[in-house]
């Protein structure tokens, strides 16, 4: 079956640090990869999403993600957090023809200061 | 312009009753998605419409769950029978025209079932 898994349920990072966020698939054959970041009530705000070509993936709010095809992997990374960037973070795939969207279980940041 | 639009953003219901909820996409946008998330879960496919039909409801639970776009643009949720078990943000989304193309979210409608 098509499942996307976040590893990391919660994670706690400093202002000012680094920050991976993992992500690994299982598909069969390359989907197209999304990452969707969730703060609360708010809705779903898309981040950047792969479909194919360059494996680094710019996106929005200084975030970038790499599709790692040997590891099924598409992690999102920072390299300096932000307090606002406390939220949740939600990886999907799709299957482009099918459309609907397989999310993750999702990893919650926290910022500290 | 206007984003996704989703009404009531609050419904609470008692077991056994019937309730509605309602998306009103992005203008012009062909496909609508109905997703539901629990709480510390991600959002599950419930439906995708593409115009007015449904292209896939492989995710819809259970025959108390049923869904309408009869003109193609908004949509409406509809449950039957609710249970305690129903009880999650219930999530819409709209894209230009499906395929791999950005979906767009709404705010949800948490339901809660007494």
């Not at chain 2, 776009?69 to 025209?97: F, H, W």
Request: aromatic fraction near 12%; proline fraction near 4%.
């Amino acid at each position: 079956a098509q499942s996307v898994t976040q590893p990391d349920i919660h994670i706690t990072v400093s202002e000012g640090a680094s920050l991976e966020l993992r992500c690994n698939y299982s598909y069969g054959a390359t989907p197209y990869l999304f990452w969707y970041v969730q703060s609360p009530g708010q809705g779903l705000q898309l981040l950047l999403k792969y479909f194919s070509g360059d494996t680094l993936v710019q996106g929005i709010k200084g975030f970038e993600a790499e599709f790692k095809r040997s590891q099924s992997s598409f992690n999102l990374r920072k390299p300096s957090v932000h307090w606002s960037d406390a939220a949740e973070y939600f990886c999907a795939a799709s299957t482009g023809t099918a459309s609907k969207l397989t999310f993750g279980t999702g990893t919650r940041l926290q910022v500290t200061l | 312009g206007a984003g996704v639009s989703q009404t009531p953003s609050n419904k609470v219901t008692e077991k056994g009753k019937y309730v509605e909820l309602r998306c009103d996409p992005i203008s012009g946008h062909t496909a609508l998605y109905w997703y539901r998330q629990s709480l510390g879960q991600g959002p599950e496919f419930l439906i995708y419409f593409q115009g007015t039909g449904a292209a896939d409801d492989s995710g819809l639970p259970n025959d108390r769950f049923f869904a309408v776009r009869p003109e193609g643009s908004v949509s409406t949720l509809k449950i039957q029978r609710t249970e305690r078990g129903d009880s999650a943000m219930y999530l819409c989304a709209s894209s230009l025209n499906g395929g791999g193309n950005e979906q767009f979210f709404g705010p949800g409608t948490r339901l809660t079932v007494l």
